[in-house]
Nanobody
């Protein structure tokens, strides 16, 4: 499975941005899909995850209520809608796939994810 993230860019604080992640080389039907981000000099952190059924989501507290993760199984796409962005949201955002037999257990750990996209840069100006 190859993942490619896009949609990053420069946005003002309070604005919105939608990131997309396209999968190729296989189906995502049994993969939970996550978004992570990494700011310069910092570790890669969990942002959000959606189950392979699309019915369970989990967010890091700092983005809860502002970001929404979704997926289109027919198109093999995953999205991250980012609203009311803040300067601290600036980072390279990565999509990732975790193959799982459990439809409801979602991981926030980097090591749980097998496949990663190349990242897309989000810069939020104040």
């Amino acid at each position: 499975v190859q993942l490619q993230a896009c949609g990053g860019g420069l946005v003002q604080a309070g604005g919105s941005l939608r990131l997309s992640c396209a999968a190729s080389g296989g189906t995502l039907s049994r993969y939970h899909m996550g978004w992570f981000r990494q700011a310069p000099g910092k570790e890669r952190d969990f942002v959000a995850v959606i189950s392979w059924r699309g019915d369970v989501t989990y967010y890091t507290p700092s983005v809860e209520g502002r970001f929404t993760i979704s997926r289109d199984k027919a198109k093999n796409m995953v999205y991250l809608q980012m609203n009311n962005v803040k300067p601290e949201d600036s980072a390279v955002y990565y999509c990732a796939a975790e193959r799982s037999a459990d439809p409801t257990y979602l991981s926030a750990y980097v090591r749980a994810y097998e496949y990663w996209g190349q990242g897309t840069l989000v810069t939020v100006s104040s």
